[in-house]
């Protein structure tokens, strides 16, 4: 399979390097000026992961069109306008396989249905979810993820395509709950971080659980089926959001609440906002996005705030 992935940050550049070992002919894009790309075009290595010779490096969006499955991992606030340039430039008829975890902060919508506002409803659209990083990836240790799509012969050829003995694909069924479980794990990855920076570690329990059935039913009001929370798209990945060094929504969850700086992206202080929207249109009680919601950008405290999440009555509803 011919692919190109769009975006060259830590795991666009994983994928292009798990792609090409895949068998897959690979071309990976990053925008002219990005720093990431002129290192990789001058070393060809990000310090985590060196790619192969036989993966092509370009700054030009066009000659990346050239490819027809396109693998995107950008920022998720910034997919709108990079799907603006690739219509722009005759890009319709591409298929898209979406590896970011997250929802349009302004207006709470997936990103695949975003891919379809932008260029057409017959757009074909796969997500790529679930547990893994980069550094794990590469030392040859395995992980399970899910490909969902709702065109099941395009899941069929990616699952067949992508699918090794590093990377075990699971058949998703489920497109809402699958994008809004891998999207809301990052903000209950930021709770975490918070519990770890206020010592307070062993709520990290009552926190999954919680934010389980909190998202579950979001899900649920959403059209999709509230079980996807319980799969690898959300508490599946869990282990590797909530307690792993990696975690870069962990790590600014904790670097917010003790005041340290954080120079990496964290997709759940966006999701967060479109999370708490979603849950005042539909009506649905998110009282841990809510939490985090308040800590972030309301300027409450931190501790108290936590600690009010989990003295709440037993009586209410989980």
């Known amino acids: 399979m011919r692919v190109s992935v769009l975006g060259c940050g ?80 005759g890009g319709t008829g591409r298929r898209f396989v979406l590896c970011m975890k997250g929802l349009e902060a302004a207006t709470g919508k997936r990103l695949s249905a975003i891919v379809k506002e932008e ?101 649920k009001a959403l059209g999709g089926n509230e079980l996807s929370a319980y799969g690898l798209c959300h508490l599946g990945d869990y282990e590797a959001t909530v307690f792993s060094p990696y975690s870069h929504n962990r790590r600014y969850g904790e670097a917010f609440v003790t005041g340290e700086p954080f120079g990496e992206l964290a997709e759940g202080a966006y999701t967060v906002k479109a999370l708490v929207r979603l849950g005042e249109e539909h009506g649905v009680s998110l009282p841990i996005c809510q939490a985090v919601d308040r800590v972030l950008y309301q300027g409450e405290d931190p501790r108290r705030t936590l600690d009010g999440l989990f003295s709440r009555s037993l009586k209410q509803e989980f």
């Open 119 to 219: 260029l057409g409803e017959d757009t074909p659209v796969a997500v790529w979810l679930g547990p893994g990083h980069v550094q794990e990836f590469t030392a040859g240790i395995p992980n399970c993820m899910v490909l969902d799509s709702q065109d099941e012969a395009l899941q069929e050829e990616l699952i067949t395509a992508f699918s090794s003995q590093l990377i075990r694909f699971y058949y998703g069924r489920d497109m809402i709950g699958n994008e809004i479980g891998g999207a809301s794990k990052n903000v209950i990855g930021i709770a975490a971080g918070m519990l770890d920076g206020l010592g307070l570690s062993s709520l990290k329990g009552a926190l999954m659980s919680r934010g389980t059935r909190e998202i579950a039913r979001l899900i």
């Open 10 to 89: 830590r795991w666009g550049t994983f994928l292009a390097w798990y792609l090409r070992r895949s068998g897959q002919e690979v071309t990976l894009y990053g925008r002219k000026g990005s720093k990431r790309m002129e290192g990789l075009l001058a070393t060809r290595t990000n310090g985590v992961v060196s790619l192969p010779e036989e993966v092509r490096l370009t700054q030009d969006l066009r000659e990346a069109l050239q490819n027809d499955t396109l693998v995107v991992s950008v920022g998720s606030q910034s997919l709108r306008g990079l799907l603006g340039e690739v219509r722009a430039l």
